[in-house]
């Protein structure tokens, strides 16, 4: 019998054919460097398959001029678009209707589910009307499969959440600034009012200091100056959104004219009520914050709690779902995970496996006795000198978590002058170049954070030691989790107990998994923090983590690895003889 599958992704991934049109004619690059992969664009926009980004080989992650030319929801036309009979989506849409697997990923996945809500007439839990977001709408499902479900809880508060970044302004700015050019009598409204939207957003984007990571954003009253810049950036959305409702289109620029004044008005008041929607919150219900990295500065509105959405939106609505992940169970139960998702009152059946990798006989956990305590000053350069010498017992082959930005610069600072391997650091390349870097040399070191702790696959050689700085606490002033942690006391609970150690415990347990990826592989685990070993609470994550040797003594990391080498050296004379 035949079988069809079909792998669809977001819209962002597929070029759209009216873009690269009208791209292609007036090439413009932000940054010099990218004009280097234009003959390569090219080339995949003459002969694509499926329009899909990932089948243009050489082109980096952080390509920005793609963001000119893909199909994302706020730039397209639909069915009134001249290239509508080329579309991509279009394509993948259908193929995916016929296919008998479907496969996405957790995010298009939700953004269907919010689509299929909003015909239900169920609201937007951020308050938004037009809140589809011109997401795709997959086929109806017999069955469900969430592969890694362990991130649904994060990947649905992002999207029925709120995001609002100060690159999406400037983007649509330089967006309005090439449609007047074009017709510069017709849109002679738009410039000035699309300046005042660029200063207004700029200066309210701008206005809360400098510096990285997250923090709260003030809430309504509480700050005189924020409050005025907030309404200026509104007024200068409303005006904005008049002068492009004002524009009249110009025939001699057609059909392609009319569908582009609508999609840019449709951005303009989508930003809008975005950002209004960061206002009206309910501080039980959801944390409005902000996040900065580098040049890079975003506005979020995040549900504290997902649970009831899922339970209403998701589970029981008449087909199977299956769950499945490496780290949903927390003491040999499922009982955290049904309570964050929302599967605590449904009647669905569990099963938990045994690890199916030898970590007894192949790994070793160590944990260093002479470091001082994680929350001490001298920790990161004391951590930074273990490290050094972990990995050069290893002879590198290393991948080193970090639970914050701060250690990662002690360590890279100090194995830039000590190390002899390659060292590889999050940031200075990206993600899939790193990764491909990683695994062609058996020897680098590869150095991150965050999403580094998950989705790494480095069997063999290239990966014999797996470090890790801290037990990955979320940070306690990040501000989700702080009004996660408020949310469980104010119903009189223990939001240590309940909340933070569980999530650290599911946290470890994906980065000690990337260590042994089939069965032949083996290393070490070196956790730099002894609150592990010397705290209460360490052995609920010692008694979480797979069966396996401890040390605290550095010598036995020594043997452990002369042992291995001295067993593959035998083993390989055997098959030369």
């Known amino acids: 019998a035949s079988f069809s599958c079909v792998v669809v992704k977001g819209r962002g991934n597929y ?16 940054f010099s460097r990218e004009a280097g992969y234009y003959e390569k664009m090219c080339r995949f926009a003459e002969t694509p398959r499926t329009g899909d980004i990932s089948e243009c080989p050489g082109i980096p992650d952080d390509f920005h001029a793609w963001s000119e030319v893909n199909a994302r929801s706020e730039t397209c036309d639909g069915s009134s678009c001249q290239e509508a009979e080329r579309c991509f989506l279009t394509e993948i849409r259908r193929r995916a209707q016929a296919a008998d697997l479907v496969v996405v990923n957790h995010h298009l996945y939700f953004a269907d589910l919010a689509i299929r809500r909003k015909k239900e007439g169920i609201p937007d839990p951020a308050g938004r009307s037009g809140w589809d977001r011109g997401g795709e709408v997959l086929p109806l499902a017999d069955d469900v499969i969430f ?7 994060e990947t649905a508060s992002s999207f029925f959440g709120v995001s609002v970044s100060l690159g999406r302004a400037q983007e649509l700015f330089r967006d309005l600034k090439r449609s007047a050019a074009r017709d510069e009598q017709a ?4 410039p000035p009012a699309a300046e005042e939207f660029r200063r207004a957003a700029d200066a309210l984007y701008r206005s809360l200091g400098r510096g990285e990571g997250r923090f709260f954003l003030p809430r309504p009253g509480k700050d005189k100056t924020f409050d005025r810049l907030f309404a200026d950036l509104l007024r200068a959305g409303g ?48 944390v409005v914050w902000g996040e900065r990295r580098g040049n890079a500065v975003a506005f979020q509105k995040t549900p504290i709690e997902i649970s009831k959405l899922l339970a209403e939106g998701l589970w029981g609505k008449g087909f199977p779902v ?17 309570e964050r998702v929302g599967l605590a009152e449904v009647d669905a059946k569990d099963l938990i496996v045994d690890n199916e990798f030898d970590f007894a006989g192949k790994a070793l956990v160590y944990v260093p006795a002479g470091l001082p305590d994680p929350g001490d000053d001298a920790f990161p350069a004391s951590a930074a000198g273990e490290v050094a010498e972990i990995l050069g017992l290893s002879g590198g082959g290393g991948l080193i978590l970090c639970t914050s930005y701060r250690t990662l610069g002690a360590l ?23 990764l491909r870097a990683f695994r062609e040399d ?9 999403t580094f702790w998950e989705g790494i696959d480095v069997p063999g050689e290239s990966l014999r030691c797996v470090v890790i700085d801290k037990l990955p606490f979320a940070p306690p002033t990040d501000p989700v989790v702080t009004a996660r942690i408020q949310a469980i006391r104010d119903r009189g609970g223990d939001p240590f107990a309940e909340y933070q ?15 042994l990826r089939r069965s032949d592989d083996f290393g070490v685990i070196a956790l730099l923090d002894r609150r592990v070993v010397t705290r209460g609470y360490g052995a609920i994550f010692r008694e979480n983590l797979p069966a396996m040797p401890w040390t605290r003594e550095r010598s036995a990391v020594s043997d452990f690895f002369r042992r291995f080498r001295t067993a593959r050296e035998e083993g390989g004379r055997e098959r030369a003889e």
């Open 501 to 515: 150690v569980p999530e650290a415990v599911l946290a470890l347990r994906q980065g000690i998994g990337r260590l």
């Open 239 to 286: 005006e904005l959104s008049l002068a492009v409702s004002a524009t009249p289109v110009s025939l001699s620029l057609g059909k392609d004219s009319a569908g582009e004044a609508e999609s840019l008005l449709r951005r303009v008041d989508s930003f809008s009520e975005d950002v209004a929607s960061l206002r009206t919150v309910d501080p039980g219900t959801a």
């Open 322 to 338: 299956l769950l499945t992940s490496a780290t949903l169970s927390v003491s040999g139960t499922l009982s955290y995970f049904r």
């Open 412 to 434: 890279v600072e100090v194995l830039r002058e000590t190390l002899p391997h390659t060292l590889l650091v999050q940031g200075e390349a990206p993600r899939t170049h790193l």
């Open 442 to 450: 058996a020897d680098a070191v590869l150095i991150g954070t965050g």
């Open 15 to 30: 070029l759209c054919q009216r873009r690269w049109k009208r791209f292609a004619a007036e090439p413009l690059f932000e």
């Open 147 to 153: 592969d890694e479900a362990h991130g649904i809880e």
């Open 187 to 190: 849109w002679r409204l738009v």
